[in-house]
């Protein structure tokens, strides 16, 4: 089509079933409605980069496996690749605003639907009369940007056939009832930093806990604290690592374990806290440093806690070092067996903030808040938490 195109009018080239190849000119913004519908020979379809809107139904039933969207166009149609049966797959671009009812309901091979990164909001209207949904039974699909429908018309409620999701960094709101009865999703991964506030209903009929959900490595305890999220069976991933590991404690009556920060990507800082009846032993590696840091990447971390004067204890922590008052405000005291050889206090980032070898520490100048208490006796540690008032 010439330079000198600027539009293309319905019905154009409606059922030209020998039609194979179309070439769209600079000039060209709009293809008309049913432009191109049933065209069974056409296969492959580049969207001219000025063109701003393409009109209902124009690809509805046209033999197509491959489509390109220009960055121009701004507005899709309803059914515009209704029955595009031969599609396996579909990106659209970011400054796509505007998807109309049934755009791609009936193309039975489109498993894979991209929605690029982009901060301008998607709308989907609201069906007309007799129109069919947006999409047919995608297994894949990628969420890059906030969309906006109708309470009646949700544009993957009901998917079934939808195995992974994909959520892009920049979405910042999920809307209700958007993956209702998805309940063959397996995998989602969910890109934002900061987990989206989302009612219960987003996700039901989804086996939450089946279903792997994989967070930035940083967002890690957002994402368990977050509601609705955190019934989701969790992993951190960052940079090149697949799966973050977790933390986790031998026996929770007896003691936790956690993040205490995130250095960066996956190499945190690690704490294991021990009830007033037991000790921290070890971790499942054998080191008994407490806090430590260490990668995650694919590693899990179990604390080792043993009830206080048990078999399982080491000298040091059959000796009943014990720490008190706790919680404490000016002073702390160390009662050990054996004599001590030194003794840190240490924030929760691991940070040493004092340290000596009395067994009287002054604690009046520490912010209120947790920390540890890690003793020295003849070459071996134990480790503590207390509150500072």
Known sequence: MGNLVTSIGANLFQNCSGLNLVTFGTGVTSIGTSTF?????????SIGNNVTTIGD????????????????VTSIGESTFYACESLPSITIPKYVTSIGAGAFSGCSLLKTVTFEDGSATLA????????????????????????TYSSNDVPFDGITTLKTLTIGSQVTSIGQNLFNGCTGLTSITNNATTPQSINANVFTGVDKTACVLKVPAAS?????AATVWKDFYIQGVAGNCASVGNVLSNNASLGSAMVIEYVSNDVAKIAALPQANA??????????QNPRTVSLCGTSFTANFAVCGSTAVSAIEASSV?????????????????????????DMSGRVVNSTNSTTVNVSHLPKGTYFVRVFVDGQSITKKIIKE
């Open 322 to 346: 014990q720490i008190y008052p706790n919680p404490a405000k000016n002073e702390l005291f160390i009662q050990s067996e054996q004599p001590i050889d030194k003794a840190e206090i240490l």
């Open 124 to 147: 989907f209207p609201s069906y007309n009369t007799g129109a069919d949904n947006y999409f047919a039974n995608p297994e894949i699909l990628y969420l890059g940007r906030n969309i």
């Open 57 to 72: 139904n124009a690809f509805n039933g046209a033999g197509l496996t491959s489509v390109n969207i220009s960055n121009s």
């Open 279 to 288: 000790v921290f032993v070890s971790w499942s590696d054998g080191n008994t």
């Open 220 to 224: 890690l305890p957002k994402y368990q």
């Open 37 to 45: 519908a049933g065209c069974t020979g056409l296969k492959s379809i």
